[in-house]
């Protein structure tokens, strides 16, 4: 248990302490029903990991967090912020404007299963970047800054390299320091070792591990059972578009209740 | 008489390629900055008509569509005529001299410029529309996870990247535009072949001065194709694609061998 959080399982704790509060969320691609009601609160400092198999709606779960897909309906809220939109004067729930959502974004890393790092510019201004454009810091300040992240991560000998010339997982770490450069109260990550080479996994498992000791909130999408067992204060398992079943490492993997849970497991294990 | 008319005079068609008169000079210039000057303005409007194109709201897809659709579905010179005779004819508007900075605009040229610039911004959309679509859609994705907004993350993310993609088919197309232009003396542009063709009919060496606006078009192309080159190598060094820095010279080199473009290739 790695969490600076000393509770188990908190879906019913104090407003303040929750970071994520997500509530009756659908989601439908076409006619397809990809989210049939999921709720999941998470805290402060709290690492939970999504299982399940694919097409279960792990990621569009993930997506929904951050405003990538609008939920058709349920409530997200992020560190305090309804998430994609806002009260009017009246009380109503309305859209809040792109730049709204943009401020929003600011605040929830987002670590992708393919890096997306910007191919046109080195590690370091990949890391700038944000800094820069959102935040209007100056270029100096964000150089430093984005050297601090780049060495946080072990790659302060690639600052100036381009990620065509780095790893699948130096390209992953390099991501990763390009969210935390932001300083966000909400890391997401989707499947962030499913396109990395077996040798390269434990490098960017490694840095996850370092934010989860610092207390940093994170949400991860995984196949990895082992470092879910491991780094994770919660696992939930997805099946069909819904949570079947949500609990500290040990119950879920040890002692699972649930049928589909089992069948799961006991293909990845 | 008529034997001396049709013999290649060596010396005119000397003379006038490498010590053209200030007429000719004067074409050649306008040919050059018409183009310039129209391909610019067809990049700004062509990038807007593309963002158009890819708007959420199908009334700004529907104009833009249609503006790309009659641009492209009519000839040059037809256009121009539209343009500058058309719109005269009817008193819709009528082009004027004008004095730009100290400089004197013929009406015939501002004609020009306007119609090659519009029906050059129908390709360029095209052109752009493509760019921007061949940029990994987790690209603009990855700018909104750091907070940018949309706009944010087309200026600073998917255009400089679109950019790569877009840069190949522009040099294409105003190679052709610099070709086009010589359309533009049907509208009574002093352009380098209006030029041309006056010198021809004053002096009656057809050929020699045909040859040698040949050889002007010819030089304006190849010149273009050495700065495309090096656009493109500029470009891709930014990528980290290039990992030496290399002087222009070797990066035209380097083009010629990968492309054959003027099939001098193997023999440097």
């Known amino acids: 248990?790695?969490?600076?959080?000393?509770?188990?399982?908190?879906?019913?704790?104090?407003?303040?302490?929750?970071?994520?509060?997500?509530?009756?969320?659908?989601?439908?691609?076409?006619?397809?029903?990809?989210?049939?009601?999921?709720?999941?609160?998470?805290?402060?400092?709290?690492?939970?990991?999504?299982?399940?198999?694919?097409?279960?709606?792990?990621?569009?779960?993930?997506?929904?967090?951050?405003?990538f897909e609008k939920p058709n309906s349920g409530v997200v809220q992020v560190n305090g912020h309804l998430i994609g939109s806002k009260q009017d004067r009246s009380g109503r729930r309305v859209d809040a404007s792109a730049r709204e959502i943009a401020r929003q974004r600011a605040e929830i890393g987002f670590v992708f299963q393919h890096f997306n790092l910007f191919p046109n510019r080195t590690a370091v201004e990949n890391v700038m970047l944000g800094p820069i454009k959102v935040q209007k810091m100056s270029k100096d300040r964000a150089r430093t800054?984005?050297?601090?992240?780049?060495?946080?991560?072990?790659?302060?000998?690639?600052?100036?390299?381009?990620?065509?010339?780095?790893?699948?997982?130096?390209?992953?770490?390099?991501?990763?320091?390009?969210?935390?450069?932001?300083?966000?109260?909400?890391?997401?990550?989707?499947?962030p070792t499913s396109a990395l080479d077996p040798e390269v996994i434990g490098e960017v498992l490694t840095v996850i591990r370092n934010l989860a000791n610092d207390g940093m909130t994170m949400i991860i999408v995984s196949h990895e059972i082992g470092f879910a067992r491991e780094v994770a204060d919660r696992v939930a398992m997805f099946d069909d578009g819904q949570i079947v079943e949500i609990g500290t490492p040990q119950q879920v993997f040890d002692r699972p209740v649930q049928a589909r849970t089992k069948a799961f497991l006991s293909k990845v294990l | 008489?008529?034997?001396?008319?049709?013999?290649?005079?060596?010396?005119?068609?000397?003379?006038?390629?490498?010590?053209?008169?200030?007429?000719?000079?004067?074409?050649?210039?306008?040919?050059?900055?018409?183009?310039?000057?129209?391909?610019?303005?067809?990049?700004?409007?062509?990038?807007?008509?593309?963002?158009?194109?890819?708007?959420?709201?199908?009334?700004?897809?529907?104009?833009?569509?249609?503006?790309?659709?009659?641009?492209?579905?009519?000839?040059?010179?037809?256009?121009?005529?539209?343009?500058?005779?058309?719109?005269?004819?009817?008193?819709?508007?009528?082009?004027?001299?004008?004095?730009?900075?100290?400089?004197?605009?013929?009406?015939?040229?501002?004609?020009?410029?306007?119609?090659?610039?519009?029906?050059?911004?129908?390709?360029?959309?095209?052109?752009?529309?493509?760019?921007?679509?061949?940029?990994?859609?987790?690209?603009?994705?990855?700018?909104?996870?750091?907070?940018?907004?949309?706009?944010?993350?087309?200026?600073h993310v998917v255009v400089p990247q679109a950019m790569r993609f877009v840069i190949p088919p522009l040099g294409n197309d105003f190679n052709a535009m610099m070709k086009n232009t010589s359309v533009l003396s049907v509208i009574g542009v002093p352009e380098m072949f209006l030029i041309t063709q006056e010198i021809s009919s004053s002096t009656f060496h057809t050929f020699e001065i045909f040859l040698d606006a040949a050889l002007y078009y010819l030089a304006l192309t190849t010149i273009w194709t050495f700065i495309q080159a090096w656009l493109e190598a500029k470009i891709d060094r930014s990528w980290g694609i290039v990992r030496t820095h290399r002087s222009m010279l070797a990066a035209i080199r380097e083009h010629f061998q990968d492309s054959r473009t003027l099939g001098l290739s193997r023999r440097a």
Not at chain 2, 67 to 91: E, F, H, N
Not at chain 2, 93 to 100: E, H, M
Not at chain 2, 108 to 118: F, G, N, P, R
Request: glycine share 8%.
């Open chain 2, 1 to 155: 008489m008529l034997i001396s008319a049709l013999q290649f005079n060596t010396t005119f068609f000397w003379h006038e390629l490498l010590k053209p008169s200030s007429g000719f000079l004067g074409g050649l210039w306008r040919t050059v900055y018409i183009s310039v000057v129209s391909q610019a303005l067809a990049v700004i409007i062509g990038l807007v008509v593309a963002l158009a194109r890819r708007s959420t709201l199908r009334v700004v897809r529907g104009v833009a569509g249609f503006y790309v659709w009659v641009l492209r579905g009519t000839p040059l010179l037809v256009q121009l005529v539209i343009v500058y005779d058309g719109l005269a004819a009817t008193d819709i508007y009528r082009f004027r001299d004008l004095s730009l900075l100290g400089v004197s605009v013929l009406a015939s040229v501002q004609a020009a410029i306007v119609t090659l610039a519009l029906n050059e911004s129908a390709y360029m959309s095209e052109i752009i529309r493509a760019g921007l679509a061949a940029v990994d859609v987790g690209q603009n994705e990855a700018a909104l996870s750091i907070g940018m907004t949309p706009a944010q993350s087309l200026r």
């Open chain 1, 145 to 191: 800054l984005a050297i601090d992240q780049l060495t946080k991560v072990g790659l302060s000998d690639k600052i100036d390299t381009y990620p065509s010339q780095l790893s699948g997982g130096q390209k992953q770490r390099v991501a990763i320091a390009r969210s935390l450069a932001m300083s966000p109260a909400l890391m997401l990550f989707d499947e």
């Open chain 1, 1 to 67: 248990m790695t969490s600076s959080n000393p509770q188990g399982s908190r879906s019913d704790g104090d407003g303040t302490a929750l970071i994520v509060q997500a509530t009756d969320i659908r989601k439908s691609f076409g006619h397809q029903e990809v989210l049939k009601s999921i709720s999941l609160d998470v805290a402060r400092g709290e690492v939970v990991v999504l299982i399940g198999p694919s097409g279960s709606g792990k990621t569009t779960f993930l997506r929904c967090l951050n405003h």
